[in-house]
């Protein structure tokens, strides 16, 4: 099971829509992708509820038809 | 709570640090269990590893309980600190030494 580039990014792009994101294909498989992601919707967050919010905006993906996601979460000023 | 979760709890409170992973920390099946395994050996950290592949119940029911879709997950003092991108970012600003060291 894999999720292609622009799946991914549309699905960050939906959850996040003022976000700057940056998404890498880490091995060109579909599966191992690491992404930056800038929202204003992280402010007075924790990483770890900000990586939630990421992870709840892949609808259940994450972990399932998504194997692999270095994720770096930051505030957009 | 259902077993399993009464059981994950009860291992968290039992053990300052504990790391849910895939594989044990000599022989790590994952390349993100093998980075925090290998940062918490770095620190000289003696933490309790689960190896979630050898129980599928503990492997779902981990998930739930941090609510984190994903393997390995780091417990310090009873607290969620994160997957494997949070504890490299805590190790490199040194937010982690602090943590474990409360």
Not at chain 1, 18 to 30: C, F, Q, R, V, Y
Not at chain 1, 32 to 39: D, E, G, L, P, T
Not at chain 2, 20 to 43: D, H, R
Request: proline share 3%.
């Amino acid at each position: 099971m894999t999720i292609s580039r622009e799946e991914l990014f549309e699905l960050l792009t939906a959850g996040f829509p003022d976000a700057e994101i940056k998404i890498d294909d880490l091995a060109g498989d579909n599966n191992h992708y690491a992404a930056v992601i800038k929202s204003s919707k992280f402010r007075g967050k924790n990483k770890v509820q900000q990586h939630q919010m990421v992870y709840s905006a892949l609808k259940g993906k994450m972990g399932n038809e998504l194997h692999a996601l270095a994720l770096t979460t930051e505030e957009k000023k | 709570m259902t077993e399993i979760q009464k059981k994950i709890k009860e291992m968290i409170n039992k053990n300052k640090v504990i790391l849910f992973m895939k594989g044990t920390p000599e022989m790590p099946q994952c390349g993100f269990s093998m980075t925090v395994c290998n940062i918490l050996k770095q620190l000289k950290i003696n933490f309790f590893s689960v190896n979630v592949l050898a129980d599928e119940l503990v492997r779902q029911g981990i998930k739930e309980f941090s609510n984190w879709p994903t393997i390995p997950q780091l417990y310090v003092n009873g607290n969620f600190i994160g997957g494997c991108d949070i504890v490299k970012e805590m190790y490199e600003n040194g937010d982690l030494e602090k943590t474990l060291k409360q």
